[in-house]
T-cell receptor, first 112, second 115 residues
């Protein structure tokens, strides 16, 4: 039972354009959501997070949107740069524990 | 900055060997986690620990055990390595101060190959 789903295994965009990565979840107990970026042969690095009491959080070129009613969140990267090419993981947390549930990831390729 | 280090970046072992993967964090975090990452499967939680000498099973604990004797160190043990344990192993840590501090910080990973 996959509680966090990233339905697009890959995404390709042109440099300078917007990248939109999507994530859906099924567990209503999730109340904190995170995006991680991972380069090959490296550990994931934290990008941005959002609490369920918000619907938007912005940090520089990265914005995360949360639609609780649809159980959907998205990561927007504007403008996209070739260095953004990586696998992006959506993760969620909820209840009284500190466990993260990860999606399977989306490979973003930004073409120069 | 949070620093999570793992004892090896690359490791090659033979089937049946006992394998130790070590993880150290320098931020006095209460929580530590071990994941494995496989293509198409994302990150899957093996074991985690909320405190020294505490451990809890994650989603795929079979074939693994863990040890946490000191707060900063969390070890993953493969009692008898098998080829299906060839994977990238990732350690992470987080604090327990509330949601805004629950972010997990990851080490660089250990690429383990079992022959």
């Amino acid at each position: 039972d996959q509680q966090v789903k990233q339905n697009s295994p890959s995404l390709s965009v042109q440099e300078g354009r917007i990248s939109i990565l999507n994530c859906d979840y099924t567990n209503s107990m999730f109340d904190y959501f995170l995006w991680y970026k991972k380069y090959p042969a490296e550990g994931p690095t934290f990008l941005i997070s959002i609490s369920s009491i918000k619907d938007k959080n912005e940090d520089g070129r990265f914005t995360v949107f949360l639609n609780k009613s649809a159980k959907h969140l998205s990561l927007h990267i504007v403008p996209s740069q070739p260095g953004d090419s990586a696998v992006y993981f959506c993760a969620a947390m909820g209840g009284s524990n500190y466990k993260l549930t990860f999606g399977k990831g989306t490979l973003l390729t930004v073409n120069p | 900055d949070v620093k999570v280090t793992q004892s090896s970046r690359y490791l090659v072992k033979r089937t049946g060997e006992k394998v130790f993967l070590e993880c150290v964090q320098d931020m006095d975090h209460e929580n530590m986690f071990w994941y494995r990452q496989d293509p198409g499967l994302g990150l899957r939680l093996i074991y985690f620990s909320y405190d020294v000498k505490m451990k809890e099973k994650g989603d795929i604990p079979e074939g693994y055990s863990v040890s946490r004797e000191k707060k900063e160190r969390f070890s993953l043990i493969l009692e008898s390595a098998s080829t299906n344990q060839t994977s990238m192993y990732l350690c992470a840590s987080s604090s327990s101060g509330g949601r805004s501090t629950d972010t997990q910080y990851f080490g660089p990973g250990t690429r383990l190959t079992v022959l």
